[in-house]
């Protein structure tokens, strides 16, 4: 069994602040590590995806960083929103790229 | 045009029953997954295939047989359903390093 963990599992944050949250995963067997942003009632989407080790994206005020050396990636975004508002999940991609295993994800809840 | 689109979106059915959840995706992607959403909305892998051929098989009861007919489809067969087999079920699929794109989800609920 696959342990990819995110943390925190919830945040509530002010609009305007800026925020961060993690996912670990295990150091073996890495292919690729991919975000999500899954509002309610929606599906997830891709946000960004990271196959190399020191990896960053960004994605206007969303970016993300990977160290595949020690298991961890994370997700900062800058000067939240309203509309930020979502769960952000991590996926670990092994199996040659045919197996995503999803952390838990982290619930964001950006307030007036 | 929709990317990967699963039907039917809700699905009520009794306990005993035999019930099929389609998926189709018009990216010409090579690999097709089933996620199943538990009550804490964490998704947890059913399988994968590729190019037609399952890859993945994570411990799900015999009672889910996945059928693809083409790699633009990958289609859901679960028998004799059961109460625990209520949730939302999503099909994805992706390319390699690439992201996957998800249907809209089934919502099954075993009454």
Known sequence: ILNVEQSPQSLHVQEGDSTNFTCSFPSSNFYALHWYRWETAKSPEALFVMTLNGDEKKKGRISATLNTKEGYSYLYIKGSQPEDSATYLCAFVTGGGNKLTFGTGTQLKVEL | ?111
Request: proline content about 4%.
């Open chain 2, 1 to 111: 045009d929709t990317a990967v689109s699963q039907t039917p979106k809700y699905l009520v059915t009794q306990m005993g029953n035999d019930k099929s959840i389609k998926c189709e995706q018009n990216l010409g992607h090579d690999t097709m997954y089933w996620y199943k959403q538990d009550s804490k909305k964490f998704l947890k892998i059913m399988f994968s295939y590729n190019n037609k051929e399952l890859i993945i098989n994570e411990t799900v009861p015999n009672r889910f047989s996945p059928k693809s007919p083409d790699k633009a489809h990958l289609n859901l067969h679960i028998n004799s359903l059961e109460l625990g087999d209520s949730a939302v079920y999503f099909c994805a699929s992706s390319q390699r390093d690439r992201g996957a794109f998800f249907g809209q989800g089934t919502r099954l609920t075993v009454v």
